[in-house]
């Protein structure tokens, strides 16, 4: 029996050991510090806030219409009726942390389809990312977006167009899907 709880000591200190281990930290990832504090490294977010358009016959917005969907860093979305609010008209408004060069894209059509216009947003740092206004971005062709004042961060953009894109985000994927030149051909091939 002594036998028994030793060496189940042993893997519990052997299981902790590694939970701890030193190295780089991961995105996504509870550790400590070099002053033993715990600090949290996040993988990267994504909020998508969809404001309504009408206002109710009190001259408020119909609040059954606003709400968030948050979409984490791993979690590539090829269908977003499942967000409740997804047939309610109105239109998004984003959030992004994670770490520079954290992507994502917002496709207006299910299922990463780019018929219907998309977005491609990197990050240049580590700061969030807040974007109020989807299609306020020159068509067809990267710009990079400087840290605001307000301490935002700064990110490199691509955007698509499509009529009425910030209404009808469709789909979500995460990463570098693209290559520069696929969308150079894209935008050759568009009269």
Known sequence: MKAFKVAVFCLFIVAFAASVQAGPVKPGELSQNEKGEWIYTPKGELVLNKQPFYMGV????????????YIDG????????????????????????????????????????????????????????????LEDFPP?????????KD?????????????????????VKWGEWWKKDSIENHISNVP
């Open 58 to 69: 009190d001259g408020r917005f119909d609040q059954r219409c606003d709400g968030l969907f």
């Open 74 to 133: 791993d979690k590539d979305i090829p269908d977003l009726r499942d967000f409740r609010l997804f047939y309610c008209l109105g239109r998004y408004e984003m959030t992004l942390d994670g770490p520079a060069g954290r992507a994502v894209s917002l496709f207006g059509d299910f299922r990463y389809g780019q018929d219907w216009g998309y977005l491609i947003i990197k990050k240049t740092d580590g700061k969030k990312v807040w974007i109020l206004d």
């Open 140 to 148: 067809n062709q990267w710009a990079k977006i400087p840290p605001s």
């Open 151 to 171: 301490g935002y961060g700064g990110f490199e953009v691509y955007y698509h167009p499509s009529p009425q894109f910030e209404q009808k985000i469709a789909s």
